[in-house]
Antibody, heavy 120, light 107 residues
Framework: QVQLQESGPGLVKPSGTLSLTCAVS?????????WSWVRQAPGKGLEWIGE???????NYNPSLTSRVTMSVDVSKNQFSLTLNSVTAADTAVYYC?????????????WGQGTLVTVSS | EIVLTQSPGTLSLSPGERATLSCRAS???????LAWYQQKPGQAPRLLIY???RRIAGIPDRFSGSGSGTDFTLTISRLEPEDFAVYYC?????????FGQGTKLEI
C-alpha cells in the first residue's frame, strides 16, 4: 500500500520561500501516476496547487503559477514543492497526494498533511 | 477553469436518514471525471467515488454517486454515526483540478 509523507519547515517568514518534500513508499514514482500537492487553509476547503509526472511535466493552478515550482527525484522516489514570496494567506495544511492512473487520476492516496505557518 | 458549486453548505440529519449532496459544474465535466471525498477533522480526505458513480473498494454500498455533465449527486442511503463529516467533489478532467467548497454533514 502506498504511503506518502510530507516534510519541511513548519514556519516560514513572510516574503520567504516554502519548501516541502513528499517521500513515497510502497509505489514507484516512475509508475503511470501523477503526483500532486493540495492545501487547506485553517477552517477552509481544499485547493489544488498542481501536479507533476515522472518525466518532470507539470501543471499548476493558474492562481499560483507565478510562484510555484514542482520537481521530482526518481532516484529518491520523492517529489517537491516550492512556493515563493509567501504571505499569511499561504498558511495552510499542505498535502501531497497520488493521482492514480487506475482511477482516471482521481486522488486515491494522501499524505497526513503538514501545517505550514507564514509568520514573522 | 471548471467551477464546482456544492449545496447545501451544511446538512443537518440524524443517523438512519438519507443524505443527498449536490455538486454543480460550470462548464460541464466531460467524461464524468468527477470524484467525491470524505474528510473528518484532523484527517486527510478519503476517496469514496470516482468517475461520478464508481465506488472505491472498501467503501460501504450505502454511498452512491450519480450524475453527468453539470449535475452530480452523492447519496448516503442510511446515515451511520461515522458518516458525519465534510464532503468534497472534485473534477479531474481538466487542469486546474478544482474542488467544490464542501458540504458539512452534521448530526
Amino acid at each position: 500500500q502506498v504511503q506518502l509523507q510530507e516534510s519541511g519547515p513548519g514556519l516560514v517568514k513572510p516574503s520567504g520561500t516554502l519548501s516541502l518534500t513528499c517521500a513515497v513508499s510502497g509505489d514507484s514514482i516512475s509508475n503511470t501516476h501523477w503526483w500532486s500537492w493540495v492545501r487547506q487553509a485553517p477552517g477552509k476547503g481544499l485547493e489544488w496547487i498542481g501536479e507533476i509526472y515522472q518525466s518532470g511535466a507539470t501543471n499548476y493552478n493558474p492562481s499560483l503559477t507565478s510562484r510555484v515550482t514542482m520537481s521530482v527525484d526518481v532516484s529518491k522516489n520523492q517529489f517537491s514543492l516550492t512556493l515563493n514570496s509567501v504571505t499569511a494567506a499561504d498558511t495552510a495544511v499542505y498535502y501531497c497526494a497520488r493521482e492514480a492512473a487506475g482511477y482516471q487520476l482521481a486522488i486515491d492516496s494522501w499524505g497526513q498533511g503538514t501545517l505550514v505557518t507564514v509568520s514573522s | 477553469e471548471i467551477v464546482l458549486t456544492q449545496s447545501p453548505g451544511t446538512l443537518s440529519l440524524s443517523p438512519g436518514e438519507r443524505a443527498t449532496l449536490s455538486c454543480r459544474a460550470s462548464p460541464s465535466v466531460t467524461g464524468n471525471f468527477l470524484a467525491w471525498y470524505q474528510q473528518k477533522p484532523g484527517q486527510a480526505p478519503r476517496l469514496l467515488i470516482y468517475d461520478s458513480s464508481r465506488r472505491i473498494a472498501g467503501i460501504p454500498d450505502r454511498f452512491s454517486g450519480s450524475g453527468s455533465g453539470t449535475d452530480f449527486t452523492l447519496t448516503i442511503s442510511r446515515l451511520e454515526p461515522e458518516d458525519f463529516a465534510v464532503y468534497y467533489c472534485q473534477q479531474y478532467v481538466r487542469s486546474p483540478r478544482t474542488f467544490g467548497q464542501g458540504t458539512k454533514l452534521e448530526i
